[in-house]
């Protein structure tokens, strides 16, 4: 190693150097700036001496050499250097080491300086076809098919099946046209199967896409017919689908088989396909043991989840429990072929992993996943509340076993909810207690479980009123889950009926902040708005619940009713009208949209909506009431009769309806009607006072005897009432005279009872009848007065009836007919056994003590 010398570094040689070094002579870009070459281009600076012969020079001089043409040549040298190239053909002379070709002045060497070839004009273009060869038409027609094809599966993708149908046709007829030209060609071996197979199948979907069955049918048994085309057999299932729809059970089952048969074991999933559905239509067909056998097959050789739930639902109808059992087992042991839900947890220390994880989290197929597994999770669940009371002598012994089995099987998972669903239906059962201890039994589990269990506990006290309970619940499902938005809606309703509104509107925007599609909470918050008299907000409220709800009744009632309060009946009535095409027999809601028309001044469309309403529902008695006054303002009074005698059904214990079917008698004239209908009120109210004037007015205009007998009867109603209010009025001034009293002679207060409101046997008995007028809060001492005053005001036997009428109407009563018409006199009626027992029971009774 002492003999052996490295060389220095600096000193090694660079294998690369020299590929970055420039020369600029090459430099082409830059040729327009050289001034030099620029010069020598325009002009003949640097040229050489014109060339005096194509050929190189030799020592003959300038002799001229003879052709076979007879022409000669002059040649010349080269100034003792032979030439290094020649121009032929006039071509450019091509590059030497000496200088550049192509710049000559010598029109003879050649055409100018053009590189690029510009100086030979344009390309000539391209040929074109001759579309009128017959194969070009059958090449363009084909095409215009296949164009057609397409655009009739596009229109179905987007839902136009009308324009689909339609261009399946089109493409049916270009076809036909171009087996012809073929044919007439003699080119018939060449068509193409394939396009008519294509034709054919389209068109047969899409008249089944539009309910076209036979015309559907007939398309496919033309292809099936036609020996031609390729596993054309195949399409019978889709004539068995097509039979299936039309319900004619009995051809789907053969054409299920007959498709079965052309089907090779090579395609078993198809094959299980149809076998499930040949089960489907037994089932239909009520033969549950041919449906058990399909079913049973599939279930050993490929099982899924909708055939075991069909294989349950056929032991569920021929009621064999054992055979229930060991299906629901075979169901929870179908695989789930689905991925774990944890390799979408992202780990924390690998970043490229987690964005690749936040990538698909959300994708096409993970949605799928999800959507599988819910499915699966729905028929295990649907199944077990199915065969639970059935399997069992009770259905809670049902339950327990299918929670058992859920738990030893890889949907361990929904036996929490198998539990849930069992307190569901003890509430079904309206068995609150087992339901309420099932309930109980969650509060030591996990959260996600305490969280529902706890929730639903806090919705059935709340529907029992026990509020303190319900607030309670809901607090233990808020802390076993915060972000639960119906432990929150319960928490906000149980404060919101303890009238604490902003309290309530915030936990109900908490729901909205965890599940903004919560619909519950919305409609919460929007009663909450409308109770704090917060009416923007609220109609913004039930405007975004609209969007989402688009037929809600309730929704569309609420708005109605909130542009009514914001004074915007125009509003309020257009969204009353959409609510009546979502629910057009509501009663109250046309009674609603009569209200708002008839403040609007519309009679004729107040009328509409009110007689709606009087149709769907009879015994409203404001509809009526609105009725009844619109006949008479229409002076229709006979009609008015059939709504009051309504309202007299509905409450026979108000006087005043019977006293509006007798004015209506005595407006349009028929006195003697209107009379037997004042006796007959007399009859069942002796203590009315009304009744009695116009008794005593009808039997002074008619001339009846009676007369006098009804004045004393009214005379004494009065004198009753009189002496009535004079012991309230004693009474009230005694006991205040008393308290001054007690409060004089002691220092000390008194405990007494309280006051409690009591009646005599008289006053308890007619205390009805006397409630019947306007008056019954006012003074009765001042309303005896005026009775007094007005009994001697009667009119007499020859005086018109309308002559005291506004002096003899008490202001307790105002009749709402207005003044009657003129009367003629009539025979006055004998008085009966009736009428005078009518007067001892008057006097016995109405008597003071």
Known sequence: MENVHLAPEEEEDDLYTGYNEYNPTFDSEDLHNDVGFQQAVRTSHGRRPPMTAKYPGTAIGGRSIGTAFGSRMPIGTSVGRPMTGAVQDGAARPMTAVRAAGYSSS????????????????????????????????KILEKKVNDLIEESCLAYANGDLQLSLEKAKEAGRKER?????????????????????????NLANQYANNDMYTEALNTYQVIVKNKMLNNSG???????????????????????????????NA????????????????????????????????????????????????????GDRERMKKAFQKLICVPLGIDD????????????????????????????????????????????????????????????????????????EL????????????????????????????????????????????????????????????????SADRYNPAALINKGNTVFV???????????KEALRNDSSCTEALYNLGLTYKRLVRLEEALDCFLKLHAILRNSAQVMYQLANLYEMLEDPHQAIEWLMQLTSVTPTDAQVLAKLGDLYDNEGDKSQAFQYYYESYRYFPSNISVIEWLGAYYIDTQFCEKAIQYFDRATLIQPTQVKW?????????????????????????????????CLRFLVRLCTDMGLKEVQDYATKLKKVEKMKEIREQRVRSGRESSARGRREGSESSSSPINTPPLRASVSRSEAKYSPVLAQGKDSGQSTSAKGERLSVKLKTLPGSNEPYEASAQQEIDASYIDPLGPQMQRPKTAARKRTEEDEFADEELGDDLLPE
């Open 107 to 138: 029109l003879a060497r050649g055409s100018g300086f053009d590189p690029l070839g510009q100086s030979k004009g344009p390309a000539p273009p391209l040929e074109t076809k001759n579309e009128d060869t017959p194969e070009e038409k059958i």
């Open 177 to 201: 046209a171009l087996v012809r030209q073929r044919e007439q060609t003699g080119t018939a071996d060449h068509i193409n199967l394939d396009l008519t197979f294509s034709v054919l199948f």
């Open 234 to 264: 195949r399409l019978k299932l889709n004539m068995a689908n097509i039979y299936f729809k039309q319900k004619n059970y009995t051809k789907a089952i053969k054409f299920y088989r007959m498709a079965l048969d052309q089907i090779s």
């Open 267 to 318: 395609h078993n999933a198809m094959r299980i396909n149809i076998m499930q559905n040949i089960g489907v239509v037994f089932i239909h067909m009520g033969q549950y043991s041919d449906a058990i056998t399909s079913f049973e097959y599939i279930m050993t050789e490929s099982p899924n989840i909708k055939t075991g739930f069909n294989l349950i639902l056929c032991y569920y109808a021929i």
């Open 341 to 412: 839900e944890d390799k979408y947890i992202p780990p924390n220390d690998d970043p490229h992993a987690n964005m690749i994880i936040e990538a698909i989290k959300n994708d096409k197929l993970h949605q799928m996943e999800r959507e599988r597994k819910a499915l699966i999770e729905k028929y295990i669940m649907t199944s077990a509340k199915l065969i639970a009371p059935a399997i069992e002598s009770s259905f809670a012994a049902g339950f327990d076993w299918c929670v058992d089995m859920v738990k030893g099987s890889q949907y361990v």
């Open 415 to 478: 036996a929490n909810d198998l539990e849930i669903n069992k307190a569901i239906t003890y509430l079904r059962q309206r068995d609150f207690k087992q339901a309420v201890e099932t309930l109980k039994m969650f509060e030591k589990k996990d959260s996600r479980v305490k969280s529902a269990a706890a929730t639903n506990l806090s919705f059935l006290y709340f529907l029992e009123k026990d509020y303190d309970q319900a607030d309670r619940y809901a607090e233990l499902a808020m």
């Open 498 to 508: 303890k009238e604490d509104y902003e309290k309530a509107a915030e936990f109900y």
């Open 658 to 690: 019977q006293l509006m079917v007798a004015s209506c008698y005595r407006r349009s004239g028929n006195y003697q009607k209107a009379l037997e209908t004042y006796k007959d009120i007399h009859w069942k109210f002796p203590g009315n006072v009304e």
